[in-house]
């Protein structure tokens, strides 16, 4: 029987082939690769890819012994970046335990989207390799010249429209209840003047305004 063949496929092109089990002999094959006798990558009848490891967790998996476990996706065309996903552990000099998405070589913490296991939730940081909150955002200002850490922006022109930013307690977590209290950018003009509103919601209703600043 047939377990395996390397060669040169032509169906109005030249390509290499690599199959394993082609006539389907037995069920669940898998194409192996090896170096000096360990395995280093494989890829399952259906499709799943593990590297460096036989185990895999679903789709492509790849695990390594070193202080940044690193995927890497670099496009040389023209203002193409190298971006880089890391899963770090050991002694890495980015923290431990940590997963980073960067671009570029130089790993500064101005150049980090950073995840953060909290113990009982997952931490985000841009801008910090440290989050200690949910979601953490450093910036660098300079006087005379603010950085904007966050930017809500209304996309329509029509008067009375608005972009919100809302709060919500405990079980107030389904946003379509409309249970949650905001603060809230207005159109007034349909162009780009906006009142500021502030309101609140009582136990079990929705929300009310309390303040209004004009932007007037």
């Not at 082939?17 to 170096?35: E, G, K, Q, Y």
């Not at 065309?77 to 335990?97: E, I, P």
């Not at 919100?164 to 209290?181: C, M, P, V, W």
Request: glycine letters at 12%; zero cysteines; hydrophobic letters at 35%.
């Amino acid at each position: 029987e047939m377990l395996g063949v390397v060669g040169v496929w032509s169906n109005n092109e030249n390509s290499l082939m690599i199959a394993a089990d082609p006539d389907n002999l037995r069920a669940s094959s898998s194409i192996v690769f090896t170096n000096d006798g360990t395995e280093t990558m494989r890829i399952s009848s259906g499709g799943d890819t593990t590297i460096t490891t036989t185990t895999n967790q679903g789709g492509l998996t790849i695990t390594s012994a070193t202080d940044n476990t690193t995927l890497r996706l670099i496009n040389t065309a023209t203002s193409g970046q190298d971006w880089r996903l890391y899963s770090t552990g050991g002694s890495s000099g980015l923290g431990v335990g940590k997963l980073f998405i960067k671009v570029g070589t130089t790993e500064t913490a101005a150049r980090l989207v950073s995840f953060v296991d909290g113990g009982s939730d997952i931490k985000v940081g841009i801008g910090t390799a440290s989050p200690t909150a949910k979601l953490q955002i450093h910036t660098t200002t300079n006087a005379g010249n603010p950085e904007v850490a966050a930017f809500l922006v209304n996309n329509s022109a029509t008067i009375n429209t608005e972009v919100r930013l809302a709060f919500a307690a405990h079980t107030n977590d389904i946003i379509s209840t409309g249970r949650y209290s905001y603060i809230s950018a207005k159109n007034t003009t349909g162009s780009n003047g906006q009142d500021l509103v502030f309101a609140t919601n009582p136990t079990g209703a929705s929300a009310t305004p309390k303040l209004t600043i004009t932007s007037g």
